[in-house]
Nanobody, 124 residues
Framework: VQLQASGGGLVQAGGSLRLSCAASGRTFSNYATGWFRQAPGKEREFVAAIRWSGGNTYYADSVKGRFTISRDNAKNTVYLQMNSLKPEDTAVYYC??????????????????WGQGTQVTVSS
């Protein structure tokens, strides 16, 4: 699975952004997809994940109620809608897929395929 994240940028606190993760390669619709982020000097952390069918979604407590993950398997794309952004959301955001189909996880160790990352900067 090859992944490419896009949609990052600079936004003021309280604003919104939508990230996209375009996939190619193996049957994307069989793979869960996760979003992670990494701020300077910090470890990469889980943000959200969605199962292969899109029927189940998972969120970190820090983004619950503000971020929404969704997918369009016909377009091989996963989205992360980010609303009510805060300065602490500033990070490089990565999309990722697990090493095996039909599995889901919330730790970096469970994901084998990573996109290149897109920078999100939220100004106060």
């Amino acid at each position: 699975v090859q992944l490419q994240a896009s949609g990052g940028g600079l936004v003021q606190a309280g604003g919104s952004l939508r990230l996209s993760c375009a996939a190619s390669g193996r049957t994307f619709s069989n793979y869960a997809t996760g979003w992670f982020r990494q701020a300077p000097g910090k470890e990469r952390e889980f943000v959200a994940a969605i199962r292969w069918s899109g029927g189940n979604t998972y969120y970190a407590d820090s983004v619950k109620g503000r971020f929404t993950i969704s997918r369009d398997n016909a377009k091989n794309t996963v989205y992360l809608q980010m609303n009510s952004l805060k300065p602490e959301d500033t990070a490089v955001y990565y999309c990722a897929a697990p090493s095996r189909p039909f599995t889901t996880g919330q730790t970096t160790k469970e994901y084998a395929y990573w996109g290149q990352g897109t920078q999100v900067t939220v100004s106060s």
